[in-house]
């Protein structure tokens, strides 16, 4: 239920809500916010083997209300503090969070019926894509001699500063 409460609360920044780039990083980032936890708020918190090897800095108070102030009322934000316990005895269940007071709070959800839908990509029409146009313009290739033929390209100097082939000019 702890990812729940993480996911609830990206769905409405749209941001991770604990960026963390490591495991220590991470747990200070959740203190930060939610504050250190205690043995009195979760009972066997110093038997853990984490904070046994570590000692982390005393965040006293949940910052989180003034983070999510804007985006919940204050139904809202219990039930994420909810999804936010530390301890997992305390923590919302699934059917406890089913039948919280936020899900009947108004705005009420639309039907599921009412959700837009789009095709599949799988059952839509395919498109074929046309093939592009070969090249034009090796019509002067067939007015050459057998001679020039084979010997292939090749420019020709002219007095006046400009080469010369078939079919165009070169000036330098």
Known sequence: MWSVGCIFAEFLTMKPLFPGKS?????NRIFKELG??????????????AVKKMTFADHPY?????????YLTDVGFELMNKFLTYNP???ITADEAKKHEYFRERPLP???SMFPTWPAKSEMARVKKS???APEGGQQYKNLDDDEAEEGFRLTLASQGAAQGLGFSLKF
Request: net charge positive; no cysteine; charged share 30%.
């Open 36 to 49: 250190t936890p205690s043995e009195k708020i979760w009972p066997g918190y110093n038997e853990l083997p």
């Open 89 to 91: 005895g305390r923590r």
């Open 62 to 70: 949940n910052n989180l209300r003034s983070r999510f102030g804007t």
């Open 23 to 27: 495991e220590v990083d991470q747990l």
């Open 131 to 133: 093939s592009p146009k």
């Open 110 to 112: 639309i039907d599921p």
